[in-house]
């Protein structure tokens, strides 16, 4: 089953840049999403087909994807980024099936 | 604005059964694939199940696959996961989630989850 692997924590101070990473075999091949979760909420999608942003998410917020390595960039960090981020893939290459990153705990120092 | 309730969530015991219920609104609900995803306490997020816009394409995960059986119902807008066989490993918060895109391949709206507790 394919697997999807993120750094347990980031810290990063305000104003800062943070980089979370998602690493897949090939990851680049297949369209990457990301999620803001905060503690007793629900996800919230925050970028999604790699690099678009829904409606309502700042622009702070971006993403890129190549080979091995997926990452989400938050720029001009804030305390309100301070939540988990999970990256996700659909993977239909043996049978269908979401895949979920092991998620990223951002703290804003 | 597009909202997701789920509901059905309770306390049942190791071998058990039990049926969450997610009712949709604010969207043109058989337009749309529909999963199930959940989240363990203190764990990350782990895809469950999908079911087509038309209820004719389901997918499990390996973990709940012939225990659990996704289905919906577009005249009441309204997304179901029947639990059997239930396992203390199955506790945790289910969420219903909406798909987004041509390719249903992410999703765009969340419900705020029912908590599902096996235990003895």
């Known amino acids: 089953s394919y697997v999807l692997t993120q750094p347990p924590s980031v810290s990063v101070a305000p104003g800062k840049t943070a980089r979370i990473t998602c690493g897949g075999n090939?990851?680049?091949?297949?369209?990457v999403h990301w999620y803001q979760q905060k503690p007793g909420q629900a996800p919230v999608l925050v970028i999604y087909y790699d690099s678009d942003r829904p409606s309502g998410i700042p622009e702070r917020f971006s993403g890129s994807n190549s080979g091995n390595t997926a990452t989400l960039t938050i720029s001009r960090v804030e305390a309100g980024d301070e939540a988990d981020y999970y990256c996700?893939?659909?993977?239909?290459?043996?049978?269908?099936?979401?895949?979920f990153g092991t998620g990223t705990k951002v703290t804003v120092l | 604005e597009v909202q997701l309730v789920e509901s059905g969530g309770v306390v049942v015991q190791p071998g058990g059964s039990l049926r969450l219920s997610c009712a949709a609104s604010?969207?043109?609900?058989?337009?749309?694939?529909m999963h199930w995803v959940r989240q363990a306490p203190g764990k990350g997020l782990e895809w469950v199940s999908l079911i087509s816009w038309d209820g004719g394409s389901t997918y499990y995960a390996d973990s709940v696959k012939g225990r659990f059986t996704i289905s919906r119902d577009n005249s009441k807008n309204s997304l179901y996961l029947q639990m059997n066989s239930l396992r203390t490993e199955d506790t945790a918060l289910y969420y219903c989630?909406?798909?987004?895109?041509?390719?249903?391949?992410?999703?765009?709206?969340w419900g705020q989850g029912t908590l599902v507790t096996v235990s003895s």
């Open positions: 989630a909406k798909s987004g895109g041509d390719s249903g391949s992410y999703y765009d709206y």
């Open positions: 604010g969207f043109t609900f058989d337009d749309y694939t």
């Open positions: 090939n990851i680049g091949s297949k369209s």
């Open positions: 996700q893939v659909w993977d239909s290459s043996s049978d269908h099936r979401g895949v």
